[in-house]
């Protein structure tokens, strides 16, 4: 009897909870509350970044990466002839890659090329550069127009990748994003 008993247990309880389960599973969730102003707020932050000279400049509709900030005195297209690269892979063209002039790591020479592993341009379905801010939002979040990445994908992108990183700590005495 005590045999049976100790084998009945687990499935009786299984039974009794079963309801409260299905109960759980059934009830519609709370809807998100959302704060427009906080949320215009964040975005601003984010578009700060997303705009700013360190992400922007290669982030071309062109395939000509820029040169552009205070230190520049205005805009204009990177030197050298640097092209996104006739295979479209943003590394640029054979004889003439991004990797050539940009390292794994920052030139030491002052003003030199900046540098972090696998430097390139954005892919061509993220160009941005001269967007406004609304723009850029509609653009991200539209999988369609943004290579078909969710914002988690997005999001995991901006915080994993060590191209982005350099932009946050670029080096000394240059402005990160």
């Not at 909870?17 to 102003?37: K, L, M, N, R």
């Not at 061509?124 to 801010?133: H, L, Q, Y």
Request: with cysteine; glycine share 8%.
């Amino acid at each position: 009897m005590k045999k049976l008993l100790i084998m009945l247990t687990p499935a009786a309880m299984l039974v009794l909870a079963a309801p409260f389960a299905i109960a759980q599973e059934s009830q519609t969730p709370a809807p998100a509350t959302v704060d427009a102003a906080k949320g215009l707020s964040e975005w601003d932050k984010v578009y700060a970044v997303f705009s700013h000279p360190r992400c922007a400049d290669c982030h071309v509709a062109d395939d000509r990466p820029r040169w552009s900030g205070a230190h520049y005195r205005g805009t204009r297209v990177h030197a050298f002839n640097v092209q996104r690269g006739a295979d479209g892979s943003g590394f640029g063209n054979p004889g003439l890659r991004c990797t050539a002039c940009h390292f794994s790591s920052n030139s030491k020479a002052l003003h030199g090329p900046p540098g972090a592993e696998n430097w390139h341009l954005a892919p061509a379905e993220m160009a941005w550069f001269g967007k406004s801010s609304a723009e850029i939002c509609a653009q991200i979040k539209d999988p369609l127009r943004n290579g078909n990445r969710s914002l988690k994908d997005i999001a995991l992108h901006v915080r994993d990748d060590r191209l982005v990183a350099w932009g946050w700590a670029p080096g000394p005495d240059r402005e990160p994003a």
